[in-house]
């Protein structure tokens, strides 16, 4: 087997880079070790920056985003007694979109099965070799048990942070950043409709609290917890209790229904440089996790392919190596300055237990609320700042 750009990961990075590569002409194979039903029932991020639906709609992508995505203008941030909403359009004159990651995968999929280039799914044995040189491939055993070889003008490492690509980069020398956090984020999404208009983050002394939505009739909510949780531990009515909680406020209440899935999510900084190795390029989180407060993780992984598609085209089509050599310094200025952003959004809301972090939290959280220079520059960060800028 013989391909222009070998594509190893299924998620939104990997398939949204073949399908970009496609659109210019450049062909690629897509190789996923899971399968199909898996990929497409995996509930993750669910927003979408401006640049990430413009991205999508540009590639053809768009038409279901923008008949069940719900554009959303602001969020509000909340501590007791006080729930303020950022209005987004007017302080940075960009929105945001309510679309899950699992819509987003599904697009993806059905405009990669229709004409577009291969997609294996249910590989296995996943290893990249040579990409020092000219030619590097791919080996892997397919999904009928025979052993592949796919040659490659370029390797594209898009397979998540428990992937083969990262490692075959940090042998030939590179750095990694990492913090773990001292909380977790237990998720529910509930056939309940949402009882807010806009996003809600909530501090509150007994810990963070989100409330998301996926559609009309669909809600997401999250609860900061220990990492040491089990999620056994939380009966629905436990989670429902805690939620009212939370997200106490006069003359409004959360709206319950019944959960259809509930897990823990520990929560985690990493940056891993450089996001190349001669022919291999890493995007999205195969070289970088955030903590999902700042809602940046798939956002990135978009930034991080659209960039890289550029690149690759130019290298492939022009045989210039301009873009590629500095794809790897630009990709990560982006992600430093959403891995601070995440860090911070993250920093100011959950709580630790400790009345000093507290009264921080606190006076940071008034002071988005009270300064138009403060809320801009959450409402900047928050929406996506320039892909390359
Ligand atoms: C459990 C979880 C919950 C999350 N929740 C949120 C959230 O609530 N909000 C938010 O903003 N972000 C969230 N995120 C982050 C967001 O979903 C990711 O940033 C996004 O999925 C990144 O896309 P990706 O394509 O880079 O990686 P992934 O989506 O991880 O895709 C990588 C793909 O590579 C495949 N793969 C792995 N190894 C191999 C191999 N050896 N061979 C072939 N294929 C391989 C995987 O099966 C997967 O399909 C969450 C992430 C996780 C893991």
């Not at 999205?284 to 690149?311: E, F, Y």
Request: proline share 5%; hydrophobic share 40%.
């Amino acid at each position: 087997m013989r391909t222009q750009v070998g594509i190893i990961g299924a998620g939104p990075a990997g398939l949204l880079l073949s399908r970009l590569l496609h659109l210019q002409g450049i062909d690629s194979v897509v190789l996923e070790n899971r399968s199909r039903e898996y990929v497409e029932a995996r509930i993750r991020a669910g927003i979408l920056e401006q640049h990430t639906v413009d991205t999508l709609t540009d590639a053809g992508l768009g038409d279901r985003l923008h008949r069940e995505g719900l554009e959303h203008h602001g969020v509000y941030l909340q501590y007791p007694g006080t729930r303020h909403e950022l209005d987004f359009p007017a302080l940075c004159d960009r929105t945001v979109w309510v679309y899950g990651q699992t819509e987003v995968t599904k697009d993806l999929i059905a405009a990669q099965l229709d004409g577009g280039p291969p997609l294996l799914f249910e590989v296995s044995d996943v290893q990249v070799e040579d990409v020092d040189g000219e030619s590097p491939r791919i080996r892997f055993t397919d999904a009928d048990g025979a052993a592949q070889v796919l040659e490659c003008d370029v390797v594209a490492g898009t397979d998540g942070f428990h992937g083969v690509s990262r490692p075959v980069v940090q042998q030939a020398g590179g750095r990694v950043w990492e913090r773990t956090y001292p909380y977790a984020w237990l998720g529910i999404l509930a056939d309940a409709a949402p009882a807010t208009d806009e996003l809600i983050y909530a501090w509150h002394p007994e810990g963070f609290g989100l409330y998301s939505m996926r559609s009309p009739t669909v809600s997401r909510l999250y609860l900061q917890v220990d990492p040491s949780e089990k999620i056994e531990d939380w009966s629905d009515d436990r989670i429902w209790d805690a939620l009212d909680t939370r997200f106490a406020h006069e003359g409004w209440s959360v709206n319950r229904g019944p959960v259809t899935e509930k897990s823990i999510l520990p929560m985690r900084s990493f940056v891993s440089a450089p996001m190349r190795r001669g022919r291999l390029f890493l995007a999205g989180d195969a070289a970088h996790i955030v903590p999902p407060t700042g809602a940046k993780g798939l956002n990135l992984a978009v930034a991080d392919v659209t960039l890289l598609a550029t690149a690759l085209v130019r290298l492939l089509q022009e045989k210039e190596t301009d873009l590629v050599d500095s794809y790897s310094d630009r990709a990560l200025a982006r992600v430093w300055r959403c891995t601070h952003f995440s860090w911070w959004m993250t920093s100011m809301l959950h709580t630790s237990g400790d009345d000093f972090d507290a009264e921080l939290q606190l006076s940071q959280l008034r002071r988005v609320c009270s300064s138009e220079a403060a809320a801009r520059e959450l409402a900047e960060n928050y929406t996506g700042l320039p892909i390359d800028g």
